[in-house]
């Protein structure tokens, strides 16, 4: 069964950056678009950045551009966010996420698969 699991999420100070890994069993995100969502305390998780199949376009939410990448190494199957110059409201559960969909792109109808999640604290 396809298993996502993240890494990186941990405590910065406002201003710094992270990097949050998702790897990877039985899917290959080059097939498929995938994705990062993130829930803040108290609200509906929202979709952060989702690169598509293939080709690799990439989509980011207004809140995130300029200071958020999505990128994957495709020969290590390995999905990446890097998010800089982070600020307090960016505080959440960061999820990482896969279409089912082979040759999806962004936007999606809806991600199948889903990762337990890390978190990420910003401090003011």
């Known amino acids: 069964q396809v298993q996502l699991v993240e890494s990186g999420g941990g405590l910065v100070q406002a201003g710094g950056s992270l990097r949050l890994s998702c790897e990877a069993s039985m899917f290959t995100f080059y097939y498929y678009a995938s994705g990062w969502f993130r829930q803040a305390p108290g609200k509906e998780r929202e979709e952060v950045s989702c690169?598509?199949?293939?080709?690799?376009?990439?989509n980011y939410a207004d809140s995130v551009k300029d200071r958020f990448i999505i990128y994957r190494d495709n020969a290590k199957n390995i999905l990446y966010l890097q998010m800089n110059d982070l600020k307090f409201e960016d505080t959440g559960v960061y999820y990482c996420?896969?279409?089912?969909?082979?040759?999806?792109?962004?936007?999606?109808?809806?991600?199948?698969?889903w990762g337990k999640g890390t978190l990420v604290t910003v401090s003011p």
């Open positions: 996420a896969g279409d089912r969909v082979e040759g999806s792109t962004c936007p999606t109808a809806g991600m199948n698969y």
């Open positions: 690169i598509s199949s293939s080709d690799g376009v990439t």
